[in-house]
């Protein structure tokens, strides 16, 4: 059964830094990963997807690499600002399922202190 | 640009008592899928949905869970007999394609079990 993990479980910088988000997850056999952001009490959104054909995916200031046969991927935001305080979960899908079942990590919780 | 919307956004019920949550997939997608996240708890994949007809469901999906496309735009998730744990925030997400593409997530239902 694919199990997902992320590291660290929290995490607070000040505004400004740098920050590597990890995830790693036990099965390669996946179609893709995505990363969401969650804000508290609300719903996923999806920041990036990337194939499992690709390395990396990059947004604005996020870049998430993935290295599958070591079964990791990790979300990189430049320039750290407050709006970026939330959790950020990581999600495999599963070559093993029919339609594409996500497995979720439990999230990092990042807080971006002015 | 196109959303997935869900009501309610919050319900609370007792136990033993039969609550349906609708959603509305983006219009052109055929694939669909409900998730739950128990408080403080992982994302968990609940079941995948395509065609009038239940693809994959996990252990979580018991008896007492079904799963209905009524019309053309809504798709509902009904428990039948609600327990103190099904209290939760439930997800709905709906896709263009199965497995490899995107899963595009709802704003989700906060589920309260009294």
């Known amino acids: 059964k694919q199990e997902v993990t992320q590291i660290p479980a929290a995490l607070s910088v000040p505004e400004g830094e740098n920050l590597v988000l990890n995830c790693s997850f036990t099965?390669?056999?996946?179609?893709?990963l995505q990363w969401f952001r969650q804000d508290p009490g609300k719903g996923l959104t999806s920041l990036l997807l990337?194939?499992?054909?690709?390395r990396e995916q990059t947004s604005g200031r996020l870049n998430a690499s993935l290295d599958k046969s070591s079964g990791r991927s990790t979300l990189y935001i430049a320039a750290s600002q407050p709006g970026d305080s939330a959790t950020y979960l990581c999600?495999?899908?599963?070559?093993?399922?029919?339609?594409?079942?996500?497995?979720f990590g439990r999230g990092t919780q990042l807080t971006v202190w002015p | 640009e196109p959303e997935v919307t869900q009501t309610p956004s919050h319900q609370v019920t007792q136990m033993g008592q039969e609550v349906i949550l609708r959603c509305v997939p983006i219009?052109?997608?055929?694939?669909f899928y409900w998730y739950r996240q128990i408080l403080g708890q992982k994302v968990e994949f609940l079941v995948s949905?395509?065609?009038?007809?239940?693809?994959?469901k996990s252990e979580i999906f018991d008896d007492q869970f079904s799963v209905e496309r009524p019309d053309g735009s809504n798709f509902t998730l009904k428990i039948r007999s609600t327990k103190l744990e099904d209290s939760a925030m439930y997800f709905c997400?709906?896709?263009?394609?199965?497995?490899?593409?995107?899963?595009?997530f709802g704003p989700g239902t906060r589920l309260t079990v009294t």
């Open positions: 997400a709906s896709s263009p394609r199965a497995r490899a593409y995107e899963q595009y």
């Open positions: 999600a495999v899908m599963d070559r093993g399922s029919t339609l594409g079942r996500l497995y």
């Open positions: 990337i194939q499992s054909s690709q």
């Open positions: 099965d390669s056999a996946i179609y893709n």
């Open positions: 949905f395509y065609n009038n007809e239940i693809s994959e």
């Open positions: 219009s052109n997608h055929l694939y």
